[in-house]
Nanobody, 124 residues
């Protein structure tokens, strides 16, 4: 079982950048697809980005594509999401997750573990 802890959220001005981290514990991190999701106030949770268990394949939601980079460091058991050119509509609680399915633009299949979330607020 993987346990996940996000960090790196905060308040940033529109146009700024932020890097979120997701620290994982447990042996299955290296064999799990990993993903980022977010939930804005009053909205459903939505897929943001995902990375395959070997790190060779990444996929992004259209809303963040071309201004975000997902990556993972196996030595540190940590996944990252770098976001640039942030917009007020990026304001949300960001969650990391581990899953069983190969990443797609819908996510990572059945989620085995969720982090507690980290709040990102983008001011205009």
């Amino acid at each position: 079982q993987v346990q996940l802890v996000e960090s790196g959220g905060g308040l940033v001005q529109a146009g700024g950048s932020l890097t979120l981290s997701c620290a994982a514990s447990g042996r299955t991190f290296n064999r799990a697809s990993m993903g980022w999701f977010r939930q804005a106030p009053g909205k459903e949770r939505e897929f943001v980005a995902a990375i395959s268990w070997r790190g060779g394949y990444t996929v992004y939601a259209d809303s963040v594509k071309d201004r975000s980079t997902i990556s993972r460091d196996y030595a540190l058991n940590t996944m990252y999401l770098q976001m640039n050119s942030l917009k007020p509509e990026d304001t949300a609680v960001y969650y990391c997750a581990s899953g069983r399915a190969y990443p797609s633009n819908r996510g990572i299949g059945t989620v085995d573990a969720w982090g507690q979330g980290t709040l990102v607020t983008v001011s205009s």
